[in-house]
């Protein structure tokens, strides 16, 4: 702790640090170094090379890896503490895929969840239960386990990370919740805003992949082109905010400046501004309440620049009209739109299926699920919507969903 900062040192536990999400955050930790001590990391184990460098520059108790040999990832800590000079370095491995659960449930501070898809629900879950504040970037785990993961927060203990959400959650500092007449989303409307649903046939996974504003991993980059990212970010603003569905707006705003908006009972909007990037939500999923200083670089208002807000395309983009209903249905709903996306995803990207089969497909297994007859429905495993969920539920609903993908697509289950 500085003289000049009175404020306590927050420990903090990174999950997914070698993503998008999680290199970011380590960026804002080392320049604000007297706020906060990293106590452990983890990742899938695809980049042990920079798994390790931060591991060593961090100096974290603990390094956990979903996929590998404890030797490889203690060779490659190993490796990177050596060009460091620092070869009395020899952290905690823990290697599975239980490993950043059980770091998750160790109590910090902070855990900020930057994993990508529904394996971050049982992280999400723990962090919950230890007691630490969640910075919440895996949309996933709360659109899957909604009601689970609401369940075991307490109060002000879920601090969003999303860019939209946590500028939703700065804009609802300006009112009471009784004030708010709805939420406003911001959309980029993704590399394709503006193509008619034919032009989407021919789409390449490169073309899906080159985002105008952000950069992120395969999954978000290609949700984001489908416009799939949006709807999980509308259940997820239903979800933290208590706010019914017909209440959450999306807006399409290819600049990207405004990252969301309010809109108060009395006519007013507050809407937060920034640079499209990431660097200040994941900062304030650090510290808040609090804001860190110079943490990104503010907006110009000197330079001429005009800002776009266009409807979306619901014909051309159906993904969030399916969100609202898969959300608007609960139980397993979103688990199932969430799980079948990822599947369809990778089916694209392996070039065996098109680009406007992605949301075709997981409208064919989200109507299946909604139609399927109870008693089938009880038989498959998957539990019905009016009966309480509980994580083996969800993670029925996530299989169940994947294989009726599959099927759909004449892929082989695994």
Known sequence: MSAADPRPVRTVSLLGSTGSIGTQAIQVIRANRQRYRVVALTAGGADLGLLAQQAVTLRVDAVGVAHGTPDTVRAAIAAAAAEAGDTAYTPEILVGPEASCELAARPVDVVLNGMTGAIGLEPTLAALRAGSTLALANKESLIVGGPLVKAAAAPGQIVPVDSEHSAIAQCLRGGRAAEVRRLVLTASGGPFRGMPRAHLLKVTPEQALAHPNFSMGRVVTTNSATLVNKG?????????????FERIAVVVHP????????EFHDGSTIAQVGPPRMLVPIALGLSWPDRLEDVDVPTDWTVPQAWEFLPLDDEAFPAVALARRAGAA???????????????VDAFHDRTIRFTDIVDTVARVVDRHFSADPQQVCRAGIGSDSAPLDVAGVLRADRWARDEARHALGLSSV
Not at 235 to 243: G, K, N, Q, R, S
Not at 255 to 262: A, C, E, L, P
Not at 331 to 344: D, I, K, L, R
């Open 232 to 244: 999980l970010e509308v259940i997820e603003a239903h979800l933290l905010f208590d706010v019914p």
């Open 330 to 344: 609960g139980g397993t709903g979103p688990a199932v739109y969430n799980a079948a996306n990822e599947v369809c």
């Open 255 to 262: 600049q990207q400046q405004i990252h969301s908006m309010v």
